[in-house]
């Protein structure tokens, strides 16, 4: 499922230029995605897509109740507490990465909830690091936002070969 959320990102970043579900499926099953991968996918953009929807009309609008109850907006002064189950699927590592992020201010927290929503929609237990950061690429892709250099930095780069200093 991973390989064709890659090339679909690859190909479809600039978010208006992805293609409706059928014919994204078209095309994906023309490049030679495996047709079981390609619904496993499509079956997690949508979710994706009904996500980020819900964040964003929740963000704009003076609502009293989020239309997810996930989605709501926490205190400033809040503490994200991971249940069992989460922590299970996601794995030390994973949340690790993205405490990272939240304390480096570049994850918002609607976002980081969007993130672990579809982190327990993938398969795999515990989710490896390179498939969340495949994940947290594909909600920046939602929210329309792109990740600044830095975090691209992160999110992109094969960290076997760097060296810590």
């Excluded at 963000?59 to 249940?83: D, N």
């Excluded at 980081?112 to 237990?125: K, S």
């Amino acid at each position: 499922m991973f390989e064709v959320l890659v090339f679909v990102y690859e190909n479809y970043y600039a978010g208006d230029s992805c293609p409706e579900p059928a014919h994204l499926e078209r095309k994906l099953n023309a490049v030679g995605f495996d047709s079981e991968e390609i619904e496993d996918a499509l079956n997690w953009l949508n979710g994706l897509h009904t996500a980020a929807r819900s964040s964003k009309d929740f963000a704009g609008t003076s609502q009293l109740v989020a239309p997810e109850p996930w989605l709501r907006e926490p205190c400033p002064t809040s503490v994200r507490i991971y249940p069992v189950a989460e922590q299970t699927h996601l794995g030390q590592e994973c949340m690790g990465f993205i405490c990272f992020l939240e304390s480096a201010g570049v994850l918002p927290a609607s976002m980081r909830e969007v993130i672990i929503e579809r982190a327990m929609a993938a398969p795999g237990e515990p989710v490896e690091l390179d498939d969340l950061k495949i994940i947290i690429l594909m909600v920046y892709w939602s929210f329309g936002k792109e990740p600044d250099a830095l975090v691209l930095d992160e999110l992109c780069e094969d960290n076997t070969e760097r060296v810590a200093h």
